[in-house]
């Protein structure tokens, strides 16, 4: 839950997190979210200053830039290999992931559903790519990403973008063609990076 709260920005880039006032918020226990602050330190969302106690990471301009050139660089080989072993069944789950995206955005639905309809359309591909270090290099991320994610949503038009683009990935694996689906990838990574650096540089 706070985790999804910072991607969404309810709690903002440098604001200090009072430890009372989250127990209130999530109603959970102190020792719940101090857990929580550590897995989400780990995650490089929340950065915990001696004497000052946590606060939401800012994430710079820079930064953001070197994970869409890490996901550039291992995404395409993820595609790669989902591609090449993929089932129906988990092509279904992709489709059903990217209906539910769909739906989300054509209801108007709460943003935060648009990024876990995104992650589970991702998911199926880094469980399906059978390299789990690629993968858990990509889950590492995951955080981070979904924060990028949630700024290049925020742009006009960019929803229905992405659901454009992810389809024509799963279009490209359902059809055995995995230079197409890695194109496709690579075209969505940029679009991304190009929607999120205007939104950032926006509120900067």
Same mark, same amino acid.
């Given at each position: 839950?706070?985790?999804?709260?910072?991607?969404?920005?309810? *709690?903002?880039?440098?604001?200090?997190?009072?430890?009372?006032e989250?127990?209130?918020?999530?109603?959970?226990?102190?020792?719940?979210v101090?857990?929580?602050l550590?897995?989400?330190?780990a995650?490089?969302?929340?950065e915990?200053r001696?004497?000052?106690?946590? @606060?939401?990471?800012?994430?710079?301009?820079?930064?953001a830039?070197?994970?869409?050139d890490?996901?550039e660089? %291992?995404?395409?080989?993820?595609v790669?290999?989902? @591609?090449?072993?993929a089932?129906q069944?988990?092509?279904?789950?992709?489709?059903?992931?990217?209906?539910? *995206?769909?739906? @989300?955005?054509s209801?108007?639905l709460?943003?935060?559903?648009? %990024?876990?309809?995104?992650?589970?359309?991702?998911e199926?591909?880094?469980?399906?790519?059978?390299?789990?270090i690629?993968?858990?290099?990509?889950?590492?991320l995951?955080a981070?990403?979904?924060?990028?994610?949630?700024?290049?949503?925020?742009?006009?038009?960019r929803?229905?973008e992405?659901?454009?683009?992810?389809?024509?990935?799963?279009?490209? %694996?359902?059809?055995?063609?995995?230079?197409g689906?890695?194109?496709?990838?690579?075209?969505?990574?940029?679009?991304?990076?190009?929607e999120?650096?205007?939104?950032?540089?926006a509120?900067?």
């Amino acid at each position: 839950a706070l985790r999804t709260d910072i991607t969404m920005g309810v *709690f903002l880039p440098g604001q200090r997190l009072s430890e009372a006032e989250l127990c209130a918020h999530l109603d959970a226990s102190r020792t719940s979210v101090r857990e929580a602050l550590r897995q989400l330190e780990a995650e490089r969302l929340i950065e915990i200053r001696p004497n000052r106690g946590p @606060a939401v990471a800012k994430l710079a301009w820079e930064e953001a830039e070197q994970i869409y050139d890490v996901r550039e660089l %291992i995404e395409p080989e993820v595609v790669r290999l989902f @591609a090449a072993v993929a089932t129906q069944e988990q092509l279904d789950r992709m489709d059903g992931a990217l209906k539910q *995206f769909e739906e @989300a955005f054509s209801e108007g639905l709460h943003p935060n559903r648009l %990024i876990l309809t995104t992650t589970t359309f991702y998911e199926v591909m880094f469980e399906g790519c059978k390299n789990d270090i690629l993968a858990d290099i990509l889950r590492g991320l995951l955080a981070r990403v979904n924060l990028l994610r949630s700024r290049s949503m925020s742009q006009p038009g960019r929803p229905k973008e992405s659901l454009r683009e992810m389809r024509s990935i799963l279009s490209h %694996i359902q059809d055995s063609d995995i230079a197409g689906a890695q194109a496709a990838a690579i075209q969505h990574i940029r679009n991304a990076r190009a929607e999120a650096k205007t939104a950032m540089l926006a509120s900067t």
